[in-house]
C-alpha cells in the first residue's frame, strides 16, 4: 500500500511537528514523530485498521499524542485527509 498525506493533513502535520519543537523540545518532537510513523507503517499493512467514520473515512489516534489520523482508502492507496487534533471541533476537516 502507498500513503500519501493531502496538502491541508501536510499542514496540520507540520503544523503540530512545529508545536512540539517549540513547546515540547527535540525530545517530544522525536516521539511525536516515532508514533505518526509507527501508525502509517500499522496503516501501511493493515489499511482497514481504522475506525469507520462519516464520507468513506476511517481514523486512527496516534498513541500517546493527541492527534488522529484521518484517511480513506482507495484501492492501494491510502489517502491521509486530516492530522486532526481530538480537541478541535470534530469533524472540521469533512469538506477535504
Not at 496538502?7 to 496540520?12: G, I, S, V
Not at 508545536?19 to 514523530?33: H, K, P, R, S
Not at 493527541?66 to 470534530?90: F, N
Amino acid at each position: 500500500m502507498k500513503l500519501e498525506f493531502q496538502p491541508a493533513a501536510r499542514q496540520e502535520l507540520a503544523s503540530a511537528m512545529q508545536w512540539y519543537l517549540d513547546d515540547g523540545g527535540v525530545q517530544v518532537a522525536e516521539q511525536f514523530e516515532h508514533a505518526l510513523a509507527r501508525a502509517v507503517q500499522l496503516l501501511t499493512q493493515l489499511p482497514k485498521i481504522g475506525t469507520p467514520g462519516a464520507h468513506d473515512t476511517r481514523h486512527w489516534p496516534l498513541k500517546r499524542f493527541p492527534y488522529t489520523l484521518v484517511y480513506r482508502v482507495r484501492g492501494k492507496l491510502i489517502s491521509v485527509v486530516a492530522v486532526a487534533h481530538q480537541s478541535r471541533a470534530p469533524s472540521y476537516w469533512q469538506g477535504r
